[in-house]
């Protein structure tokens, strides 16, 4: 997306190739109040975030619940059976236990997590800074000892002190972690602090690569994710709709636009978003706002005039990307912000064709109206009213039918339709391409004529398959 400053992104385009993206809908997600996956639903967003391309799926922490523990291990045989191609992984505190459930489950890596500030060490842990970073070490260690990969999250890494988070990560990655999760817990980074942040850890620590888990508390997450990569961080943490703990992390949908957008990369098929976007509001219960960006309701609904105007004459005058991306439409809303344009663009789009008069009439009434949403079934009363015409679509009076017909492919299509042209009923015969050869369009005073029509259609020779079709409406010219 071309900005007077998008220069300054250029260089960060690299870091966003090769960047990877670890879904935490399984077990971030699960975290959001009211929410709890079945082991069914969780094994099929497994799948369908495996087809979206994720890197890596955060499956769940197996110590939490035995429902929880089938659903990591069912993912890890699928991952076995080939299944799926992400990195599996299961989450675990620093203790053994929990260990030990996380390797039953077969994951490809565990994830082992510590609060690391101040905060968390005094009130969680009850553990000196010391203490703390031997139980990391060995805690690490004890994972390592399964044979799987390791990840270390430094939880509430953005609230530590730097000089002891450095230490806390040259712990883990020398008892074997080769991935570091520095966790914006309570969501305080924001973009810039996150770039300098993850910017000042890859120096002083080295040798490990890094996972940006940033929490949306002050809706900074996806900004901050951004930082956080331009900084040096090879992964992000998403969970689908941005669930997760209180209001969740970075949402999938906008850091996988975001990127298409800013980078004209595509690290996750864009063309899945929508159908993850749905099945995760059916399993979670929670419904995405209207205003959520890219995947709300009204993500590509325009209101004011002025907007409609310009995008009826050019769609980027207000769009950062097209809705196309990821398998959108736009529409606008009609009410009293409504400008001529669009209601005849409205009207058009209906059917409906009204000189300029007849228009500023409709106009004036859809401002009058009190109405926050005029439907198309209003908007043609309102239409009909001004204009004195009948303008809805009637149901027909004789009975139609189109019929869809295939044809022998060693008959001749054109010969074929010169005979149904002379069956009685028969009123129009087109040439067609696709599944079908031929399209009819019938009429019938009644239904038992119109079986007798369609019985010689399907009579006819060189005919190998129709598909019938009965009209209900039909809009007058
Ligand atoms: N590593 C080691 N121990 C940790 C820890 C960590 N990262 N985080 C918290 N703990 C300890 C606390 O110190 C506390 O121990 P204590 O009982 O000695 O005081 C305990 O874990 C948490 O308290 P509580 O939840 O009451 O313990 P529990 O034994 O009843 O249950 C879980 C533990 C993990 C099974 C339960 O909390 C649970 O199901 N949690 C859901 C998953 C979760 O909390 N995830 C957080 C992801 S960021
Ligand atoms: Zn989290």
Redesign the pocket.
């Known amino acids: 997306m071309a900005t007077p400053f998008s220069e300054i992104l250029k260089k960060y385009r690299p870091a966003f190739e090769k960047v990877k993206v670890l879904d935490a809908t399984l077990r ?1 997600g699960e ?1 959001t109040p009211g929410v709890s996956f079945t082991i069914d639903q969780k094994l099929e967003i497994a799948k369908k975030l495996d087809e979206l391309g994720v890197h890596m799926i955060e499956a769940g ?1 197996p ?3 035995p429902d929880v523990y089938e659903a990591v291990r069912r993912i890890s045989w699928m991952k076995k059976e080939g299944e799926i191609r992400a990195e599996i992984i299961a ?1 675990s ?3 053994k236990s ?1 260990i030990d459930k996380a390797a039953e489950t077969e994951p490809d890596r565990i994830a ?4 690391v500030s101040d905060i968390h060490l005094k009130a ?3 553990k000196t800074r010391e203490e703390a970073l031997s ?1 990391i070490g060995e805690m690490v260690e004890y994972a390592k000892s399964y044979g799987v990969k390791v990840r270390f999250t430094a ?1 509430d890494a953005s609230r530590a002190d730097l000089a002891y988070l450095e230490e806390v990560v040259r712990t883990a990655r020398d008892a074997g972690a080769d991935r570091v999760s520095l966790a914006d817990t309570v969501g305080v980074l924001t973009p810039w602090t996150a770039q300098r942040f993850f910017e000042h850890m890859t120096k002083a620590v080295p040798n490990v690569e890094y996972d940006i888990h940033a929490h949306n508390d002050l809706g900074m997450a996806l900004a901050s994710a951004f930082g956080a990569v331009m900084g040096g961080a090879t992964a992000v943490h998403v969970t689908v709709n941005g669930l997760g ?1 209180r209001v969740g992390i970075v949402p999938l949908q906008l850091f996988a636009v975001a990127v298409k957008v800013h980078f004209d990369l595509e690290i996750i098929k864009l063309s899945g978003l929508m159908e993850i976007t749905r099945m995760v509001e059916r399993y979670s219960g929670i419904e995405v706002p209207y205003n959520m960006p890219v995947v709300g309701d009204y993500a590509f609904l325009h209101k004011a005039g002025v907007h409609v105007a310009g995008i009826l004459a050019d769609p980027r005058t207000y769009e950062a990307f097209p809705p196309e991306l990821i398998g959108r439409s736009r529409d606008y809303v009609i009410d009293k912000y409504t400008g001529k344009k669009a209601v005849k663009a409205k009207l058009e789009k209906l059917g409906i064709r009204v000189d300029d008069d007849t228009l500023m009439k409709i106009l004036e009434e859809i401002k009058k109206s009190k109405l926050k949403f005029l439907t198309d079934d209003t908007l043609i009363s309102i239409a009909e009213r001004v204009s004195g015409r009948a303008l809805r679509p009637r149901a027909t009076e004789n009975i139609e039918a189109v019929v869809w017909i295939k044809v022998d492919s060693n008959a001749f299509t054109s010969s074929v339709a010169r005979k149904l042209s002379v069956v009685d009923g028969v009123k129009e015969v087109a040439e067609v391409t696709g599944d079908y050869d031929l399209l009819v369009r019938v009429e019938a005073p009644d239904h038992k004529v119109l079986n007798a029509i369609l019985d010689s259609i399907r009579g006819t020779k060189g005919i190998v398959g129709t598909h019938t079709q009965i009209v209900l409406k039909k809009m007058e010219k």
């Not at 082992?112 to 609060?115: A, N, P, V």
């Open positions: 971030e975290q922490h110590a939490v619940a989450h505190r620093a203790v929990d082992i997590f510590y609060g969680k842990h009850r139980v939880e703990e």
